[in-house]
């Protein structure tokens, strides 16, 4: 009950961070937004992790920490970039396919895999092919780049939320959280800030901290949902995508391809079978 409490939380928080970084990323470069998330979201995790206490660190939880924050920083980013000139209906469900990546790296790890699972992620990579489909002309090309991005998106994400399940397992929630932040300070938001290139704008600045704020609950939510059942947590968080695709239409009226949506159902679909499958 308690990876479903958290995996839920997890879908609720990244919902409402796919729809403030869709219009964030319009109003500033997606490295510029990618600084300022991971700044906040330090500020947050830094006090939040020492008052937990120090936990013991080995070799093999230095290397989950290392992949959980490096992940998802390059995730972000690709995710960031693919809202900057896609729609959240098609970047949101497949970016969603982190929670499939994370039980098929679980499967690799020594997991066993049963044909039920191994049929339901080949109707979610098909899911993926199809809402990556777009009309011709200027929207097919900027389709294409959102989606490549997006599946690079999902690709990072899922080792980074692996990998954050397996951190919150050793070390706790709160140091599951800090890795993003710390990775995304020292590697994006200090070199920007020494070139003089991170750019912030009045319009973008409320954006970029709520995407902060919301990216830090979510990772947290989800972190304890995992030290409770790993590939559970990490499919559930997953329906962000079906919630994104919603709020998307009734607030920005984004209209899809009837292949990208029937690409988009079977992305749903196929994350709801296997939440069923590894429950």
């Given at each position: 009950?308690l990876?479903?409490?958290?995996?839920?939380?997890?879908a609720?928080?990244?919902?409402?961070?796919?729809l403030?970084?869709?219009r964030?990323?319009?109003?500033?470069?997606?490295w510029?937004l990618?600084?300022?998330?991971?700044?906040?979201?330090?500020v947050?995790?830094?006090?939040?992790a020492?008052?937990?206490g120090?936990?013991?660190v080995?070799?093999?939880s230095?290397?989950w920490?290392?992949?959980?924050?490096?992940g998802?920083?390059?995730?972000?980013?690709?995710?960031?970039?693919?809202?900057?000139?896609?729609k959240?209906g098609?970047?949101?469900p497949?970016?969603?396919?982190e929670?499939a990546?994370?039980?098929?790296?679980?499967v690799?790890?020594?997991e066993?895999?049963?044909?039920g699972?191994?049929?339901?992620?080949?109707?979610?990579?098909?899911?993926?092919?199809?809402a990556?489909?777009?009309?011709?002309?200027e929207?097919r090309?900027h389709?294409?780049?959102?989606?490549?991005?997006?599946?690079?998106?999902?690709?990072?994400?899922?080792?980074?939320?692996?990998?954050?399940?397996?951190?919150?397992?050793?070390?706790?929630?709160?140091?599951?959280a800090?890795?993003?932040?710390?990775?995304?300070?020292a590697?994006?938001?200090?070199?920007?800030a020494?070139?003089?290139?991170?750019?912030m704008?009045?319009?973008?600045?409320p954006?970029?901290?709520?995407?902060?704020?919301?990216?830090?609950v979510g990772f947290?939510?989800?972190a304890?949902?995992?030290?409770?059942?790993l590939a559970?947590?990490?499919?559930l968080a997953?329906?962000f995508?079906?919630?994104?695709?919603?709020?998307?239409?009734?607030l920005?009226?984004?209209?899809?391809?009837?292949?990208?949506?029937?690409?988009?159902?079977?992305?749903?679909?196929g994350?709801?079978v296997?939440?069923?499958?590894h429950?």
């Amino acid at each position: 009950m308690l990876a479903i409490i958290g995996g839920l939380g997890a879908a609720v928080a990244w919902t409402a961070t796919t729809l403030v970084a869709s219009r964030g990323s319009r109003l500033i470069d997606p490295w510029s937004l990618l600084a300022t998330v991971m700044t906040v979201g330090f500020v947050i995790a830094v006090p939040a992790a020492f008052a937990s206490g120090t936990p013991h660190v080995n070799g093999t939880s230095a290397t989950w920490l290392a992949i959980s924050g490096l992940g998802n920083v390059i995730g972000l980013l690709f995710n960031y970039s693919a809202l900057r000139i896609g729609k959240v209906g098609m970047v949101a469900p497949i970016t969603s396919t982190e929670g499939a990546i994370a039980a098929t790296i679980a499967v690799l790890a020594g997991e066993s895999l049963s044909a039920g699972t191994a049929v339901t992620l080949a109707v979610v990579a098909g899911g993926v092919v199809l809402a990556a489909r777009a009309q011709g002309g200027e929207s097919r090309h900027h389709d294409l780049r959102a989606a490549l991005f997006a599946c690079g998106s999902a690709l990072s994400f899922g080792a980074s939320i692996y990998a954050t399940g397996k951190v919150g397992q050793d070390l706790g929630v709160a140091w599951a959280a800090l890795p993003p932040r710390v990775v995304g300070v020292a590697v994006i938001a200090l070199p920007l800030a020494a070139t003089r290139r991170w750019r912030m704008t009045r319009a973008a600045l409320p954006y970029a901290v709520a995407c902060g704020i919301l990216e830090f609950v979510g990772f947290a939510t989800y972190a304890f949902g995992a030290r409770h059942g790993l590939a559970v947590a990490a499919v559930l968080a997953s329906q962000f995508a079906g919630l994104s695709v919603v709020a998307g239409y009734f607030l920005w009226r984004e209209r899809l391809a009837r292949i990208q949506i029937a690409g988009i159902v079977a992305i749903a679909v196929g994350v709801s079978v296997l939440s069923v499958l590894h429950s």
